[in-house]
């Protein structure tokens, strides 16, 4: 039985925003990322998850119970990261922990300790007066210390420094190593492709594909500035390109997939002045490939 599913699940707030007949399933022990641009619905799949909200139609499941009705069941089990998250005033980070610490047991003070060399987290000063990053690095604290065997990730990396991003990576690689079930969203392609086994992209609240981070990998182009010694021969090449190309008077933007050697065989027909690229982000690819924005 997988362990986390959605099915044909709908919760609307208008024609755009929201979910619409939305449906997946993670097994046990994999990790599932959604990718998408803010606004498409990727953290109200979250808070169906965690049974902040009841959906209008379809079924939302964690191990085969409802998770709105059971969800003062399944808490137990959850390590939730959400988007944004506040402390009580005058709260401090070390307050906190020593809190959670002494309601969950002294093994939680070890696993903290550990969280907070990995992560680099100094838990010390009024939340308010924290910077962003030390705040970020509280929140995802408060999420793992419970070593939950499920991990809910609302944009785990949002606000931290590349350092602490690279650091929380390598942390979500281990949590998936050791048999967690992850379900992480964001809008960011590397990190999901780096934690996840399979991705699945929303837009409007409505999924376009799932598969493979693997898979999703192969629809990266590669975009080349090509100058053309007048603007005829430029012309002349861009008719030659059905699609993914834009003429700009002696110039030419080409977007080519996989191998260029089909590219370099047309260009020798022509005089070309100067030849730039061969790169392009994934996530300008992957709007190419599916429509919308990503970021």
Known sequence: MPEIVFRHVTKAFDEESGLFDFSIEVEKGRAFGLLGPAGAGKSTALSLLMGFMRPDEGDVQIRG???FAKRHILMRDIGYVP?????????TGEGFFRLISAMRGDQYRRRAQKLMEQLDINPLGNWHHMLPDARRKVVLLVGLLHDAPILLLDEPCAG???H?????LELLAEERKAGKTIFMVSHVFE???RTCDTLGIIRQGRLIT???????SYTRQKVYHITFADIAQAA????????GVELLRNRVIVAVPASPQVLLKTLVKYDVL?????????????????GGDLV
């Open 65 to 67: 119970m409802g998770c």
């Open 210 to 216: 799932v598969q493979s981070a693997q898979a999703l």
């Open 274 to 290: 100067d030849l730039v690229g061969g790169r392009e982000e994934l996530e300008d690819s992957l709007l190419r490939a599916f």
């Open 160 to 162: 931290l420094d590349p």
């Open 191 to 193: 990190e999901v492709q």
């Open 83 to 91: 988007r944004d998250a506040q402390l009580p005033p005058r709260t």
């Open 164 to 168: 602490g991003r690279n650091a929380m």
């Open 236 to 243: 002349a090449f861009a008719q030659e390109w059905e699609t």
